[in-house]
């Protein structure tokens, strides 16, 4: 992964779960992506004391970076009214950009 000096602090407390997601994690139901994306960039993840259910969660393809939006902070309350008014009610922040090493942090 290329340095850029960027990091991402994620709050995982923060991060919508959909109902029933927990339950069907704990019967083990994951997608393939999952396992896919982690390879593809989980050296760069630090997942600190979250296990394996935040991996699945954090790298699914639903959740990898589509649904992400990145803005500076004075405008974070503009952005988020315009996601609201345009009917995404659940629209929140759950981390942010942090200048040093490129990593995701996951607190």
């Not at 992506?33 to 989980?42: E, F, L, V």
């Not at 405008?75 to 609201?84: K, Y």
């Amino acid at each position: 992964m290329p340095r850029f000096g960027v990091g991402a602090i994620v709050r995982q407390a923060d991060v919508l779960v959909l109902p029933g997601v927990e339950a069907l994690l704990a019967r083990n139901f994951k997608t393939g992506a999952s396992t896919r994306n982690w390879a593809g960039y989980g050296q760069s993840v630090d997942l600190g004391a979250f296990g394996e259910d935040a991996k699945a969660l954090l790298t699914g393809p639903q959740t990898s970076g589509g649904l992400l939006v990145a803005c500076e902070p004075a405008s974070v309350e503009a952005v988020l009214g315009l996601f609201r008014a345009d009917g995404f009610a659940a629209a929140a922040v759950i981390g942010e950009m942090v200048s040093g090493r490129s990593q995701v942090t996951v607190c």
